[in-house]
């Protein structure tokens, strides 16, 4: 798979962190060390692409970093690459380094990014690393196994005492504005009600509801999760209790959600798609996501991937209020 054009590439990550990134820096790394390549390390996202913060990664520099959360390459929000100058100072930095093609792990907002820097010369390709399962063109993102199963552990946790309390607790589970977390950890822990941004959400009935019913029925605690998206978790315990007589109780679960070792499912995708994003590039082959579809590692170009919309799978909006009678 030699390509003349394509002797040094960049990795970065980018957004809010995720479990499976470092798994994913590492098949960057090993694969491009498979094949030649020298592969460079950029560091807190676009900042470093801005700033130079530039390094070789040896493929015994990422030794040790697969069962870690988080990122050994920093991660940043970096305001000054979304105008046209930070663009243009990370293409000029880019050749500094004799980049010859760059790859991107992050979410969408860093996938815009990466199409910048494709259409303006560096050959870029991205692949998903968030929590939130929110990329639209690809079934998984790396991160979000982990992320359930911190979630699962936790609610698991708070259901113990919930349920020896007879409390209701309300808790608030990350997805600023994508519902997958709460509605597949919300199952997974057989929660009474779970609320998400996509659906909209009447208290009386979506939330009383179900408790009142089920209180009807001897039961005196009960679990509700809420997107980040949908919020006011505090303010609805308060009103819960008010109208149900049942203590209840707000957690927020937060940044705990975002952290520790990933699990196998995270590791072994972010394994696979590091590694794809490598060939892609030696392929020729750029302004591209490295995604998950029918199950199958793919790729698709960046502009139609970031055009295409994901919905919440009904039925499991279904099943979930189905298991809570
Ligand atoms: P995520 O990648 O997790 O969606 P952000 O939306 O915070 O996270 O984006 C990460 C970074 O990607 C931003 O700080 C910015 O540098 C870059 N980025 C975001 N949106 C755009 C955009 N529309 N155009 C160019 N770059 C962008
Ligand atoms: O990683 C995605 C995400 O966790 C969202 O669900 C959440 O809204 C956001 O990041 C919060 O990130 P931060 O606290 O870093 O701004």
Redesign the pocket.
Known sequence: MENRNIRTIGVLTS??D?PGMNAAIRAVVRTGAYYGLKVCGVKRGYNGLINGEIKEMPPRSVSEVLQRGGTCLMTARCLEFKEKAGVERAIQIAKVFGLDGLIVIG?DGSFRGARDLSNSGLPTIAMPG???NDISCSEYTVGYDTCLNTVKDAVDKIRDTASSHERCSVIEV???AAGYIALEAGIACGADVILIPEKKTDFDEDVLRPILEAKQRGKMHAIVVVA?GVGGVLEMAQKIEAATGIESRATILG?VQ?GGSPTVRDRVIASQMGARCVELLLEGKANRIVCQRNGQITDVDINEGLEMKKHIPDELVELARKLSV
Do not use: K, P, Q
Request: proline share 0%; glycine share 30%; charged share 30%.
């Open positions: 957004g809010g995720a979410g968030t929590i939130d990350m997805g600023r980040e940044h975002r």
